[in-house]
C-alpha cells in the first residue's frame, strides 16, 4: 500500500468525474458479491465466507455514502469517514462474536464452494482495487474507499487458504482462523480511518476558531 501523502496540505477530495465513475462501478461490484458471497457462504456452511460477504455489504452502504458527501465541506466528509471507521469496528466485532459461536456449534464447512467462491470475489476485487488505485492517496473519505477494497482484496486470497486449509484437513478450525484474522483487519483499519477523519474534524474547529 502507498504510504500517505501526510506532507501534502491539500488532499484529493474525490471531487472528479472520473473518481465517481469508479465509484460506482465499485459500488455495483460490491454490491453483487455480496448477495453471491453471503448464499454461498449459507449452503458451504463457511464463517469465512459469510464475514467476506458481510464486508462486500458495508463496503456498498459506505462507498455510497462517500459518494454522497464528494463536495461538501470537509467537516462532512470528516463525519461520514468516522461513522465508516466505527460501522467497520462494529462489523470486526460481529465478526469475532460469530466465529466463536462457531467454534462451539458449526460443523466442517465445503472447501470446494469456499475456494471457487472466493477466486470469483478476488477477480471482483482486483477489478475495484484497479479502478481506485490512483485514489489511494486523499482525505479521510476517500482514503476509507481504498482502505475497505484493500481489505477485501486481501480477505478473498484468505479465504481461499483457507478453502484450501479445511480441504487438507477436514477441519472447520481454517476457516474459522481466517474469519478471526477478518475481523482483526476490519478493526485495525476502522483505527485507520477514526484517526484520519478526527485529525480532519480537528483541523475544521481550528480554522473556525482563528
Given at each position: 500500500?502507498?504510504?500517505?501523502?501526510?506532507?501534502?496540505?491539500?488532499?484529493?477530495?474525490?471531487?472528479?468525474?472520473?473518481?465517481?465513475?469508479?465509484?460506482?462501478?465499485?459500488?455495483?461490484?460490491?454490491?453483487?458479491?455480496?448477495?453471491?458471497?453471503?448464499?454461498?457462504?449459507q449452503?458451504?456452511?463457511?464463517?469465512?465466507?459469510?464475514?467476506?460477504?458481510?464486508?462486500?455489504?458495508?463496503?456498498?452502504?459506505?462507498?455510497?455514502m462517500?459518494?454522497?458527501?464528494?463536495?461538501?465541506?470537509?467537516?462532512?466528509?470528516?463525519?461520514?469517514?468516522?461513522?465508516?471507521?466505527?460501522?467497520?469496528?462494529?462489523?470486526?466485532?460481529?465478526?469475532?462474536?460469530?466465529?466463536?459461536?462457531?467454534v462451539?456449534?458449526?460443523?466442517?464447512?465445503?472447501?470446494?464452494?469456499?475456494?471457487?467462491?472466493?477466486?470469483?470475489?478476488?477477480?471482483?476485487?482486483?477489478?475495484?482495487?484497479?479502478?481506485?488505485?490512483?485514489?489511494r492517496?486523499?482525505?479521510?473519505?476517500?482514503?476509507?474507499?481504498?482502505?475497505?477494497?484493500?481489505?477485501?482484496?486481501?480477505?478473498?486470497?484468505?479465504?481461499?487458504?483457507?478453502?484450501?486449509g479445511?480441504?487438507?484437513?477436514?477441519?472447520?478450525?481454517p476457516?474459522?482462523?481466517?474469519?478471526?484474522?477478518?475481523?482483526?483487519?476490519?478493526?485495525?483499519s476502522?483505527?485507520?480511518?477514526?484517526?484520519?477523519?478526527?485529525?480532519?474534524?480537528?483541523?475544521?474547529?481550528?480554522?473556525?476558531?482563528?
Amino acid at each position: 500500500m502507498s504510504g500517505c501523502s501526510c506532507g501534502n496540505d491539500v488532499k484529493f477530495d474525490g471531487a472528479s468525474a472520473a473518481y465517481r465513475r469508479a465509484l460506482w462501478a465499485v459500488i455495483a461490484i460490491n454490491a453483487s458479491m455480496f448477495v453471491i458471497e453471503m448464499g454461498a457462504g449459507q449452503i458451504a456452511g463457511s464463517q469465512a465466507l459469510q464475514a467476506d460477504a458481510l464486508d462486500f455489504l458495508g463496503d456498498s452502504v459506505t462507498y455510497s455514502m462517500s459518494l454522497f458527501v464528494i463536495g461538501m465541506p470537509l467537516v462532512w466528509r470528516a463525519r461520514a469517514a468516522f461513522i465508516k471507521g466505527v460501522s467497520l469496528a462494529l462489523m470486526g466485532l460481529w465478526v469475532f462474536g460469530s466465529t466463536a459461536y462457531s467454534v462451539l456449534v458449526m460443523g466442517v464447512p465445503q472447501a470446494e464452494i469456499m475456494g471457487a467462491v472466493g477466486m470469483l470475489a478476488f477477480a471482483a476485487n482486483v477489478a475495484s482495487v484497479l479502478l481506485l488505485l490512483k485514489y489511494r492517496d486523499g482525505d479521510a473519505n476517500v482514503r476509507s474507499v481504498w482502505l475497505c477494497s484493500r481489505n477485501d482484496a486481501i480477505g478473498n486470497v484468505a479465504v481461499v487458504l483457507a478453502a484450501s486449509g479445511v480441504w487438507a484437513t477436514t477441519s472447520a478450525w481454517p476457516d474459522l482462523i481466517v474469519a478471526a484474522i477478518l475481523a482483526g483487519l476490519f478493526l485495525w483499519s476502522s483505527a485507520q480511518i477514526v484517526r484520519q477523519a478526527l485529525t480532519e474534524l480537528d483541523t475544521v474547529a481550528g480554522a473556525e476558531k482563528v
